[in-house]
Structures are given as C-alpha cells and as structure tokens.
C-alpha cells in the first residue's frame, strides 16, 4: 500500500517545512505498517488554477492527480495562516474537484476505497477548522476519513516558536500523528478487503 | 447492525419535521441492508449543557449516550438556520465531548469502528459547511466518516419552500441518501470485519 | 452607549467562568470610553429552541432580546469545546434568526448601527473558526464587525491548563481585548453619528 | 472614495465572469453614491505564494496591494467550488497577511478605516460558510465588515444553471447586491469622518 503526502507549504524545496517535519512521523508508522510513503511538495510545481483534470499546456497536475489515483491513502499537510489552510491546498482540493464525477473502470467514483488524512502546523490556531474544511470536500470526493486521522501543532495565542524551533508539545502530536497513521491504514486494510458499492447514479 | 439519527429539529414531536422526513430515505436503504434503524429527536429530551456523560438530576443525555455506544452508524441529522447547523446539534456533540477520553472495555476509544453521516435541510444555503463542521468534531471522537456519507436538500438563494413543500430535486438529494446509507453500511461493516487498532496513550 | 455580553459559557452562575474572565478586560476599557457594560451569562436563562423572538411559555429569550435591542455592542463570549463555539452561543445566534426580519420603527432592520465583537477562551484550538462562525450570522443579521473586534486565549496542542489556571501569554491576549473595546467603541459612535441607510425591500 | 473588487474566478480574461456579472450590481450602485469602482481579475496576474507583501522577481502582488492600500472599499468576489471560496481568493488573503503587522504614517494598521464585502457565486451550495471564511481573516487584518456587506446566487441542490445562464431568483441576489454597496459606502463614509483610534502595540 502506498501513502501520499500532498506537502502544501508555501515555500519550494529546498525551504525547510515544518509541517513535512511533522508529516515524518506518521511517515516512519506508515513504514511500520508496511506502507510505503511518498511526499510531494506542491510549491515545486505548476498546478494551474481550474476544475478540470487537465488544464493544458505547463500544467502540472496531471502528474499530481496520478500519483492521488494511485495512492491508497492522501495526506494533505498544511501550515495555517489567519487560521486556514494555505492557498496551494486549496487549489489542490480544487483541483480533485474534477474527481466528483471521474469513475474507475468498475464504475466506482475514482476516489472510493481511499483514505484521507489531514497535517497542520502554525503558529498559533486553526487545527480544528482546517480539518473540517478539508475533511468535507475530501468526503464529498470519495475519500473515507478514518476515526482520529489527523494531528496538528501549534501554539497560542499571538506569534510565538515554530514546530522546527521549540520541542515544546512535540510529544503529544507526535504520538496523535503515529495513532492517525495507524488508523488510516487500518481503514485503507479495511476498504481493501471489503471495498465501497456501487453507487445509484442519476442516468 | 444498527443506525441511530440523531434529528436536531428545533422543534419537538409531533411537529413535522422536514430532515427526518430526508432521514427516512436513509431509512429505507438501510433496511434493504440489514440494518434497523432509530430515530431519536432530540427536541423532545432534556439535553443539558456541559461536557460530562452525565451533567446530573433531569439529564436525559445519559439515554441518549446509551443508544449511541450501542449504534454502528450515527446519523446526525439537522436544519440550517443562518447556515449553521441547529443548536441542538451543536449541544449533542458538545456532550459527545466527553467521548475523547471514554473507552470500550478493549481500552480502545468508545466511538471506533462506528460510522458516521449527516443529513441536512434548510430553505437557502449551508449545507457543506454543516458537513465540514459535524465531520470534524466526529472524526475528532473517533467515528470514521465514509466517502459520500452525507445528503441535503435546500434550494437558494433567498427565502423559498421547505423539503416537505415541494417535490423540487427530491430525486437528487434521495438518490444522494441512498448513496450515502449504502457506504455508512459498507464500511461500518469493513470496520465490524477489520476493527481499528489499539491507540497509542499519553500515559 | 451601552454593550452587552452574552456570556455562552456551559455552567450557570456562581461557576467561575474563563471567558468572563478575559470578558472583563473589554468591560475595563468600554469604562475608559465611557461605555457602560453588562453581563448576562445565559445558562442562567431558558432559552428555548427555535427561531421567533417569543417561543412561548417559560421562554426567558425576550428578557435576553431586549437587552440586545437596548444595546449598542454586543460581545458573543464563548468557550472551546471540539474547536468550536457552545451550544449555548449558538442557540442565542439561533433565535437571533428572528432579527433578520424585524424592523425599528423607522423601517431599517433592528440590529443596524449595533457593533458586534467576540471573547473566546478555551485550552487548545479554535478561535478563528469561532470568529468565522459568529461574524457570519451577526453581519447577516445586521451588525457591523468593527476591525480586530475580537480576542481570544489558548494554549495549544492538546489539553493544558486554562485562563484562569496560568497567567501565560495573558498580556497578548488582554492587549487584543483592549484594542478590540476600542474599535467596537469607534465603530458604534462612528455609526451613531452617521447612521445605516434605509434598505430596499422586496416588497 | 474608491472601491476595488479582487476577482477571483479561476479563468482569466476574457473568459466570462458569473462573479463578476453579480458584481456589476455593487458597481452601479457604488456609482449612484458616487464611489469609483475597479475589477481587478487575480487570475490575469501572478499572485506568488508567500505571506510577504512582495514575494520578488515575477510576483504581481505589490501591483494589487497598491491597489488595495488606495481603496477605501474592498470586496473579495469568488465562485464556489467544492462548498468553498476559490484558491484564488485564499491566495489573495494569505498575502493580506503581511497587513497584520504594517502600519500607515500614522502608526495604525493599513487596513483601517477601509471596509469589507463579498459577493458569492456557485450553482449549488456554499455561500454563508464563505461569508464566514472570508470575513474572518478581513476583519483580523483590520476591516470593518459592514451589516449585510455580502450577496450571492447559487441554486440547490446539485448540478444546476449558473447566474450567466438563468435569470431564476437574480431578483433577491441583486437587490442584497444594492443594499450591500449601500452599507459599504455608508460605513466608509461614517469612518472617514470618524476614524478608528491608535491601537496599543506590544512594545
């Protein structure tokens, strides 16, 4: 099984992340697991604005959205600013827009069987609302959200440490991110040997 | 197997109530799966405010918990009002609250393996945001959301007619309910077969 | 001028309340602008469900209502639970549904020229997804939200000790409070003198 | 007095704009109470990643934010996908937040004394929580949200027409449109007259 990590920081590599530095950790339970992980740091690339799968010429999402097609679970990890998730995680949920109506060759939404996860670092606030945020559109797409399939960081209130800069708390959402790895791949094990229906379509 | 609905109508029995009257398609699918369901309207208890399983003398919640420790699927079910979900939704999960820390006898948090979904109506506009804000907090107490587990009914922009007053998009939202009780069924059975693993504690 | 603190804490008077706490530091200042405050801690009320401004019998909403419409300010103070807003917030939001519809006698709706603001205190997250989730139904009902009209306190991640039991980062979090009194203070005169337009209706 | 819309469609020009068109409502009236207005399409300019007010070589943004330093209105315009804003306009925001910290000459924060808007389009779902989502972050910058300051059209539930393709219920949208602009240019005025006061910093 495999398990991708959409990196959603708003610098290119080769900029440290805080977030990718929590991510480590359920990437080192993933491996326990026997699931292979990959990250892919979105800022690296062109993911053009739009809803469709392919928005031409310069457009790397194309090659994005493969790697999410072939993955067992999704990650996606932001950092918060003004207590949301960044514009490229967005854009990348935008982007899986085009999933709602997209069906593998079983007919089945093409997301379906798949687990989501969720990775959130900042400063000082905004888990909570990130999560739902990104949990709804990720549901609506096809992905199963797996009981306690996140963690987060960060302090509060006002500016302060990041999670690359203090120890502080590491402990506690460090052990959250092993038990959301477990969790997700409990339920992507699950989904594989008792996979989602079909679904009644408008037609 | 069994579903519970939570319906977080303003109003108590018998006034009809619009999102059960979308619950019952849910319903009806679950039958057809095997599964009985429960509908409990909230409105005709006395859920009080707090945090605890049991905030004392006249608190119905206790009943109330008792039937969700013993559901697979719990459906929560409410009305939009401002685009928010009904106070009484929020006061249900507020006392769901006390769940983080409660576990099964197996040490595992009481809420694994059981799934959750919504079902919402309104008259204008909300629906995806009540998604996101229900999701969270019940992925936080340890249900699993499934792919697609959810369905709406409302009609926008501006003041208009209530599910139960018109026949418009019916087809749309209840082929959506049907979707969504078939995966609510699917994976609660996934997890019955495969259940979540043993979480890692801070102690 | 007058501002009024619906105080949306689970626990009825005499339980200390956090938010009342930081609450508190916005009453010192209104009192520096010459502004005078109240507190009214509603899990002292029976506020029915529902969404007129009169739920009949026993109902204690129109004592509340009053007391919004006597006031310039309305500060929503609200704990953390899940990283969201109380139950019991909501319920006010809730009935205030019915101001949506409601005119002053010279025709404009009954919340205009009314500042609004928000005290949110809690252990871990949340705090801008309550300024989100309140600002929304409040400038839909007609108040206006002055710049920076909110403050809040949090630690962060996981469970910690709360505004009552740490002085930590105190003074960022009381700053912001006595910035946001002065906003809200600036805004409601800035209204008083220079009042909302009439608005066109459907009619 | 000068408004700016940021458009944040996901095409560029000269593709047409449902946003946009409802704008044009704000536009007219802004010009009935002699405000000029501009539309500024994000999409037509490279907006970088970053939360720095000027992100460098390539980077449109200190085009855009002269712009918004220069206008005393400023309404975020966005379609809805996926139940939220676009990541066009998430973009817009996080830029926004190098404004948390810059003042003007006279020490207060850039944003003061400007005012908020939204307008909303989609064809399904979506606008309150955008509402939300925006006005959060505007007014943490340092915008007032004047009362009713947002409009938005979109039809319900699923797949449906968009605000270029029916006249359905532009009746209701437009005349919150009017009553928006109306309230924008009303507060602007009242605290150009009457403006916000210096804020107590940190130091």
Request: charged fraction near 20%.
């Amino acid at each position: 099984m495999k398990a991708l990590f959409l990196s959603c920081t708003l610098k290119a590599s080769l900029a440290p992340s805080k977030t990718e530095a929590l991510a480590q950790v359920l990437v080192r339970q993933f491996e326990e697991e026997g699931i292979t992980s990959e990250i892919v740091r979105l800022a690296d690339y062109n993911v053009k604005p739009g809803v469709s799968s392919d928005e031409g010429e310069g457009d790397d999402w194309p090659f994005i959205r493969g790697k999410i097609v072939a993955a067992d679970i999704l990650v996606m990890g932001t950092p918060t600013w003004l207590g949301q998730h960044s514009s490229i995680c967005q854009r990348a949920l935008e982007r899986m827009d085009a999933m709602l109506s997209e069906t593998a060759e079983d007919g089945r939404p093409i997301a379906f069987d798949k687990v989501g996860g969720i990775v959130i670092t900042g400063n000082e606030d905004g888990a909570h609302h990130i999560v739902a945020c990104v949990s709804q559109p990720l549901i609506d797409i096809g992905f199963t959200m797996p009981a306690n399939c996140w963690t987060y960081w960060h302090l509060g209130p006002g500016p302060g440490p990041d999670y690359l800069e203090t120890d502080q708390a590491h402990d506690y959402s460090d052990r959250l991110a092993r038990n959301a790895a477990r969790n997700m791949a409990a339920v992507a094990r699950a989904l594989k040997a008792s996979p989602l229906p079909q679904q009644e379509t408008s037609g």
